[in-house]
């Protein structure tokens, strides 16, 4: 009945929130260009706020039915981690201020941790690696952007898989009401969001999406199932960085576009610009692409998690 009640309510949530957000937004300065449009059309953003209204709500439900702390430290981390995203749209943030007020955020992961992370001993370490890899986690799943569709549709697939692995392998029932959550409201909006856009999700959801998958599988010991996870988004962020170093995303200049298919001419490289050197292909081309690829990795892990824990 619980698992009911969740799919509907998110659903419902997200969905009434994306429309009035989608209206509402843009009269107060909350838009952007889509850049991979030839006509540059004007899109409303961070309407991502939908998405974590609704899951604030589902989290007090539920620890209101559970009385477990892990929903009060969701709540709190993300409700930080969202007004941090939400206020670097306002006062566009520079890395540095980026990496110092995500690990400070990261810092409410401590009350919760232990020594041990990613599967590793690390003594007094911890203190300082967990807020650290907070921060990084959180950027990987704010790098990976700029096509319609990317960033919700592969969160929506990540929290699909850790949705299944609570379920199936680790059979731990507050994961899968955090990710069953996630995953029904990030699904409904990306029906707004896939190509093409509506709406753009913005920081407030994207950095989010990661203090969620940190703080979550931080919490219960789980920190290994961010390896498949963020795997492209490692991909992407190294080859960002051998090639352009840490760049604030405005420095980052859209791919030419004719015909309705995008070109990489030259500049730093990224993950959807190493499948443009291959071909120049549509956007939504692309999308489907990467979509393919990190499906895979997902039920390859899976299927390598479900035979070492059962």
């Known amino acids: 009945m619980l698992v009911i009640f969740l799919i509907f309510l998110n659903f419902l949530l997200t969905f009434v929130l994306t429309k009035f957000l989608i209206k509402i937004l ?86 919760f941790s232990d020594e041990y992370f990613f599967g590793i001993k690390l003594s007094y370490l911890y203190i300082i690696l967990i807020p650290i890899t907070f921060m990084i986690v959180c950027n990987f799943t704010n790098m990976l952007a700029g096509l319609n569709g990317l960033e919700v549709g592969l969160a929506t697939m990540n929290s699909f898989f850790l949705m299944i692995l609570s379920l199936v392998v680790f059979k731990n029932e ?44 931080n919490f219960f010991n789980l920190e290994l199932i961010l390896i498949p996870i963020l795997f492209l988004n490692l991909v992407d962020a190294f080859l960002k960085f051998i090639t352009a170093g840490i760049m604030h995303k405005d420095e980052h200049k859209p791919t030419i576009i004719k015909n309705g298919k995008l070109y990489y001419t030259s500049g730093y490289l990224s993950l959807i610009r190493l499948i443009l050197l291959i071909k120049p292909d549509t956007e939504r081309n692309i999308v489907l692409k990467i979509y393919l690829v990190h499906a895979a990795i997902l039920i390859l892990s899976f299927l390598i998690i479900f035979n070492l824990y059962l």
């Open 26 to 111: 843009p009269k107060y300065g909350f838009y952007g260009i889509d850049l991979h449009k030839e006509h540059k059309q004007i899109v409303p953003e961070n309407v991502g706020l939908s998405v974590m209204i609704s899951l604030m709500v589902s989290l007090i439900i539920l620890y209101v039915i559970t009385n477990h702390v892990f929903f009060i430290h969701l709540i709190l981390v993300s409700l930080l981690t969202a007004t941090f995203g939400f206020l670097d749209r306002i006062y566009k943030f520079k890395p540095k201020d980026k990496i110092f007020g995500l690990s400070l955020i990261g810092i409410t992961l401590l009350p």
């Open 174 to 217: 507050f994961l899968f009401y955090l990710y069953l959550s996630l995953f029904i409201s990030l699904l409904t909006f990306l029906y707004f969001n896939f190509y093409p856009a509506r709406a753009f999700p913005g920081d407030v959801l994207t950095l989010s999406i990661g203090s969620i998958y940190i703080s979550s599988l």
